[in-house]
């Protein structure tokens, strides 16, 4: 399984960015798809996830209400859209592959930079 991360960029506070995740090989429906998060000298943190077979969506409390995580099961890609954007959102962004909500991931993309400026 390999997983393509794109999307990323410099975007100023409050605007948007939509990230994308293709996923090729395998995808079942009991598996989970996920995005993190991590910046320099941190833990990678959990963002937000969707199940593939029901779409299922469960997001961290600090991107609830901003960010919605969405799937496309014919071009198997996941999406991460991001809204009201903020300095604190600045991070690499991965997404992966597992099967728990926020846990238990065991294949992960290359990671796509967001950056957002003041």
């Known amino acids: 399984v390999q997983l393509q991360a794109s999307g990323g960029g410099l975007v100023q506070a409050g605007g948007s960015l939509r990230l994308s995740c293709v996923v090729s090989g395998h995808t079942f429906s009991s598996h989970v798809m996920g995005w993190f998060r991590q910046v320099p000298g941190k833990e990678r943190e959990f963002v937000a996830s969707?199940?593939?077979?029901?779409?299922?969506?469960y997001y961290a409390d600090s991107v609830k209400g901003r960010f919605t995580i969405s799937r496309d099961k014919a071009s198997k890609t996941v999406y991460l859209q991001m809204d009201f954007l903020n300095e604190q959102d600045t991070a690499v962004y991965y997404c992966?592959?597992?099967?728990?909500?926020?846990?238990?991931?065991?294949?992960w993309g290359q990671g796509t930079l967001v950056t957002v400026s003041s």
């Open positions: 992966a592959r597992g099967t728990n909500v926020r846990t238990g991931y065991d294949h």
């Open positions: 969707i199940r593939w077979g029901g779409g299922n969506t």
